[in-house]
């Protein structure tokens, strides 16, 4: 009897070690794609400024009641994790559309450029949703480690 229930813990530790890896993966792919968007969004950010001139965009250009358009909120339960994204509407952010910041004929790199920092945005989103899962499954692994070394102890 003993000897079935530590094969069975066997398999849970390795199921739970193989969730964990495979959680592990999916994070790394994250980060990868992550690093991309901000790759890009800076690329175009610095292709914009060429273009329209270094004074063309700058801090100068931001307006003094600047607000986030993008707020990401983490509810983090002990069985689900829960990270959602709120885009403000047009009336809670008094500076509207960040492009017009920089005048009517912003340029193509600086759409460019947000758009990729907003996705951006959604991937940070996704990348902490793996973080919180892969520990998780790293404290299930631990958990069910813990009970096996006990179960030993006692046998």
């Known amino acids: 009897m003993l000897l079935a229930s530590a094969v069975t813990m066997d398999d849970k530790i390795d199921a739970a070690l193989v ?4 959680e592990y993966e999916q994070y790394q792919s994250l980060q990868v794609q992550l690093q991309k968007q901000m790759s890009e969004g800076y690329l175009c950010l610095a ?7 270094v004074i063309g965009i700058s801090q ?3 307006p003094s009641e600047m607000a986030a358009n993008t707020t990401v909120s983490c509810l983090c339960d002990q ?3 829960d990270v959602s994204r ?3 509407g047009e009336d809670r952010s008094k500076a509207g559309n960040p492009l017009r910041w ?15 920092f907003k996705q951006a945005t959604d991937i940070s989103a996704r990348l902490v949703e793996s973080k919180l899962r892969l520990q998780a499954c790293e404290m299930a692994y631990h958990t069910l480690r813990r009970q096996l070394s006990e179960a030993e102890a006692a046998s």
């Open 19 to 22: 969730a964990y890896m495979e």
């Open 47 to 53: 292709q914009a400024r060429k273009t329209a001139g």
């Open 79 to 81: 069985q689900q994790v």
């Open 60 to 62: 100068l250009q931001y």
């Open 86 to 88: 709120t885009t403000l």
């Open 102 to 116: 920089f005048g009517v004929l912003a340029p193509n790199a600086l759409r460019t450029a947000q758009t990729t």
